[in-house]
């Protein structure tokens, strides 16, 4: 893979990550490349692992509101990106890399929950510009396990899908269609901003079959001081459907949506 890449046509940069599992740690080995989860935002859900990959590395690099976040606990050097800068920015960060500077990339929550496609654009830049350096993911708190929390949701019993990605999400979004109907299991959702949304994600369950009266929480913020809980049934909650605008839904984009199955 190389950093151009059609998310609609492939290769699909999460595909290059998950490829082969990591190598054995070898303590003779290059300094790994640490792609760290920060957690929900909240420092206070920072491990002590991934604290330790920020506060040792020479460069940091992600997307401005993740390093932010965690800016305060190191003396590295900041890259912060956006989607449309995002490409140059880890070019520089791997070319820094491969000239010996040790590197960390953030992003937020757990990146085996959602973000490996930016896992997979970190480890192709860095095995493009040093094919030695490992690129090692230190987990995260995620949000997900927050909301399973805060919605009683156990994670044997829910269906976790994340559309908070780029590209095609028909397959996402027929198992999550399966999961509500057919499986009837708990969801654990997280909505793409802003064109899947928490109501338009309402509206197309009520479309393939669920329960109206399912209980909906979308969980908003979670671990920081503004945290708020929305409590609707699936109904009330797809009254917000519609729009692919900032300004066309209640929700900020860092939201997770909750279904509730019945409990006996």
Known sequence: MSGDYDLDAGPDPATFAAAAAEPDVDEQAEDPVYAVGVGPGNQAYLTPRGRRAIEEADVVVGFTTVVEFVEDLTDADLQTCGYKDEAEALEEFGERVAAGESGT?????????????????????????DSERPVRVVPGISSLQMAASRARTPMEDTEF???????????????????????????????????RMPGDLAQFLLEEGAEPDLEALVLEKLTHDDEQIHRFTLSELAEHAGGSGKEDTPFSDLVVLAVRQPVL
Not at 110 to 129: E, L
């Open 105 to 129: 990339a953030v992003a937020m929550g757990d990146p085996n929950h959602s973000g490996y496609q930016f896992v997979g654009k970190v480890q192709d830049t860095i095995q493009r510009q």
């Open 161 to 195: 899908v994340t559309l908070h990605k780029s590209g095609d999400l028909a397959a996402d979004m027929e198992r999550l269609a399966a999961a509500a109907t057919v499986d009837e299991r708990h969801l654990l959702v997280l909505p793409r901003p802003y064109d």
